[in-house]
């Protein structure tokens, strides 16, 4: 029971703000005369905006699958002192625009969805790595010293002591790395990939304001509405007494 007191909190915080934002959205749109517009491209958000999730889905997904456990290498004694030079590397990657990221991956996986995926799978990789790596050094020795003394073995450690507590950090890092890639995608148009963003460039060069704005939108909230999914599949499953949401 004494639990119900915060989750009902935390629910409740989240359907509000969903509601206010929803209304002041419904109001804008409807006092600027948007509302019709979204309308008639109803059909086309609700294709596009699928083909967008899928992209954000696959990339994104692939990016935690290698990149949360490449942390945790990078984090144990065999493969530490090459920790840093991972980090270095990857910071190189990041570095570079990510519609020549496109553009280099296109001349590989020709046009379409394969690089796009692989573009927005690179720009995602970086954080979630980052704060992998990042979370599990942070981990307070003493509680390391005080598992190894208790005699649990290198893995139980990992798994019972340093990954919980450093799952709030390496969530941090999946979120990041979440809005990059929904905010990425709508340029994943300029190759021949699906998403949002081919409403937004069509409405760019036919100078639609209307247009621009029905793939703009719903962008923008679908990286509310994951951010969204991502705190409250955080509040669930950190441990309590390693989770400041609790």
Known sequence: ??????VSQSAHWWRNSLYILCFVLGAWA???GLLPVLADHWDDIVYLGNEHIQLVAISGGAAILLGVPAGIMLTRPAFQRYGDMALQVLNIGATVPTLAVLALSMSVFGIGNPPALFALFVASLLPIVANTTAALRAVP???IEAARGMGLSQRQILWQVEFPNALFVIYAGIRTALAINVGTVPLAFLIGGGGLGELIFT???LNEFGTMLSGAIPTALLALL????????????IPRG?????
């Open 1 to 6: 029971m004494a639990d119900a007191a915060p």
């Open 30 to 32: 409807w006092g600027s």
């Open 141 to 143: 020795p003493h509680l």
């Open 203 to 205: 409405g760019i060069a």
């Open 226 to 237: 994951v951010d969204m999914a991502m705190t409250q599949l955080q509040f669930w499953t």
């Open 242 to 246: 390693v989770n400041p949401m609790r």
